[in-house]
Nanobody, 124 residues
Framework: QVQLAESGGGLVQAGGSLRLSCAASTRTFTNYAMAWFRQAPGKEREFVAAISARGGSTIYIDSVKGRFTIARDNAKNTMYLQMNSLKPEDTAVYYC?????????????????WGQGTQVTVSS
């Protein structure tokens, strides 16, 4: 069982930055690929970024490439999402998720554990 807790969301103006954190309560954090998903009002939850279990590979959706950076600190059982140059369309609830697969999936059903989410609001 893995419990995940996101933090770091908030209200920011367009062009600003936020860093999200996802703390995992597990002794086997390095067994899990990790990802960030987001859900905007009235829309389905979508994949944003993922990182492999050891942190050696990352993937992003096109709309955040060059603006967002996913990272993990396995010594702290924590994953991060640094979000720069934020846009109003980035407004959503952001969720972290953990997958037992070595290669991080891009789809929700590839993830077994989810956090409760943290709200990110970008004003224009």
């Amino acid at each position: 069982q893995v419990q995940l807790a996101e933090s770091g969301g908030g209200l920011v103006q367009a062009g600003g930055s936020l860093r999200l954190s996802c703390a995992a309560s597990t002794r086997t954090f390095t067994n899990y690929a990790m990802a960030w998903f987001r859900q905007a009002p009235g829309k389905e939850r979508e994949f944003v970024a993922a990182i492999s279990a050891r942190g050696g590979s990352t993937i992003y959706i096109d709309s955040v490439k060059g603006r967002f950076t996913i990272a993990r600190d396995n010594a702290k059982n924590t994953m991060y999402l640094q979000m720069n140059s934020l846009k109003p369309e980035d407004t959503a609830v952001y969720y972290c998720a953990a997958s037992p697969k070595y290669v991080p999936p891009r789809v929700e059903y590839g993830y077994d554990y989810w956090g409760q989410g943290t709200q990110v609001t970008v004003s224009s």
